[in-house]
């Protein structure tokens, strides 16, 4: 117990330019090629850092591409509608990220004449933009000595210098920052932000790190101490809810019903079916539909989808409304707050994962 308090307070004094210089020439050593890479221009680096915000970069890439393709400058997303950025969106999940996305650009475009922030006090004030983002901005595009702090500098962070200290706590990150803010490069801070990260994400991995390969292991406190699964320390104070879902597939000739999310829902502005909840481990209640002859089939298939604080368990049934009948579907629909659209018009809607999910199954 001694020897590992005193290694731990000798990895205190590890050699902050040693440490950074390690870093970069690894990271020099095994460049990763991605779009954004190289680039000053703040809008794209912005946009890559939104879109990879709990966001793996394999699956993060392609909407990359398609924003930059789509919206080439900050002008072209504050001008488009949210309708449009959210089915972009589609997919990717955690769908605030879409609408602060869109209200930034918006911010940048018609507040500031499409001219970003350049240091890391007034990135922070834009929509959407926390610690992380703005001093990667800051960093990457003007050359800001600010640490950024992510999972992977977090998980390096804590292996090396042997902090158990909750890395989701306030303390926690104020410790993690002023030790990042003390390690960065003052000659290249965008590129060693980078380094960090990759460092993390490619060799300091969550599980089964390459350590035998690493620059780091003569000096890192849990390589020594076999403590390498155990940091970083979070505690999940997070309690996920299970909820049971029936949602309605209600079809009428070539016209669908669906349902807009209203504003502070899990899935805000995006578009799924009607909807009846199970509560108390009671029956769904179901749906007060307008007419009496209706053809109803429930689909087999159930479906789980995991939210931050939800577990969602979902089913679905599908009503085929008579034509004759479409009149009072409608003027149902339109009392109940739900949309009657066009089939053809069915994939231009934002929809969350879950129902393009089913729909796929379902050859739609």
């Known amino acids: 117990m001694c020897q590992v308090i005193l290694d731990r307070m000798n990895s205190k004094s590890i050699d902050n330019q040693a440490f950074s210089k390690s870093i970069l020439n690894w990271y020099r050593a095994n460049p990763r090629e991605l779009p954004w890479r190289g680039t000053q221009d703040p809008y794209k680096i912005w946009l890559s850092e939104i879109i990879l915000q709990q966001t793996r970069v394999a699956q993060g890439l392609p909407y990359y591409y398609n924003f930059v393709n789509q919206y080439p400058t900050v002008q072209d997303l504050a001008e488009a509608s949210e309708e449009e950025v959210l089915r972009l969106w589609q997919g990717l999940g955690y769908y605030s990220r879409a609408r602060n996305l869109h209200f930034c650009a918006k911010q940048i475009w018609f507040e500031r004449g499409g001219a970003f922030p350049e240091t890391y006090g007034e990135l922070i004030q834009l929509k959407g933009v926390g610690s992380y983002t703005a001093a990667a901005i800051a960093s990457f595009a003007f050359g800001e000595q600010k640490a950024v702090v992510d999972g992977n500098v977090f998980r390096v962070l804590a292996r090396v210098f042997g902090i158990e200290t909750d890395i989701a706590s306030g303390k926690g990150k104020r410790e993690f920052q002023e030790l990042a803010d003390r390690l960065i490069s003052s000659d290249e801070p965008g590129e060693y932000n980078q380094a960090i990260m990759d460092f993390g994400?490619?060799?300091?991995?969550?599980?089964?790190?390459?350590?035998?390969?690493?620059?780091?292991?003569?000096?890192?406190?849990?390589?020594?101490?076999?403590?390498?699964?155990?940091?970083?320390?979070?505690?999940?104070?997070?309690?996920?809810?299970?909820?049971?879902?029936?949602?309605?597939?209600?079809?009428?000739?070539?016209?669908?019903?669906?349902?807009?999310?209203?504003?502070?829902?899990?899935?805000?502005?995006?578009?799924?079916?009607?909807?009846?909840?199970?509560?108390?481990?009671?029956?769904?209640?179901?749906?007060?539909?307008?007419?009496?002859?209706?053809?109803?089939?429930?689909?087999?298939?159930?479906?789980?989808?995991?939210?931050?604080?939800?577990?969602?368990?979902?089913?679905?049934s599908e009503i085929e409304i008579d034509v004759k009948n479409q009149e009072k579907l409608e003027k149902w629909a339109s009392e109940e707050g739900f949309l009657m659209v066009e089939e053809e018009r069915i994939e231009e809607l934002a929809k969350p994962k879950l129902i393009v999910n089913f729909l796929n199954d379902q050859g739609f």
């Not at 969550?206 to 292991?217: A, F, H, T």
């Not at 996920?240 to 502005?269: F, M, P, T």
């Not at 578009?271 to 089939?297: T, Y």
């Open 201 to 316: 994400a490619r060799l300091c991995v969550p599980i089964k790190p390459d350590c035998e390969s690493c620059p780091l292991k003569s000096t890192c406190f849990a390589y020594k101490h076999q403590l390498v699964d155990s940091l970083p320390v979070k505690i999940n104070k997070t309690k996920v809810k299970d909820r049971h879902l029936h949602y309605y597939v209600i079809r009428c000739g070539k016209s669908w019903v669906w349902k807009r999310r209203n504003a502070g829902d899990i899935w805000e502005g995006l578009f799924d079916f009607p909807m009846a909840e199970k509560v108390n481990q009671e029956e769904h209640q179901g749906l007060d539909l307008p007419v009496e002859s209706q053809e109803v089939r429930k689909f087999p298939k159930k479906y789980r989808h995991i939210l931050s604080h939800q577990r969602l368990h979902a089913e679905f």
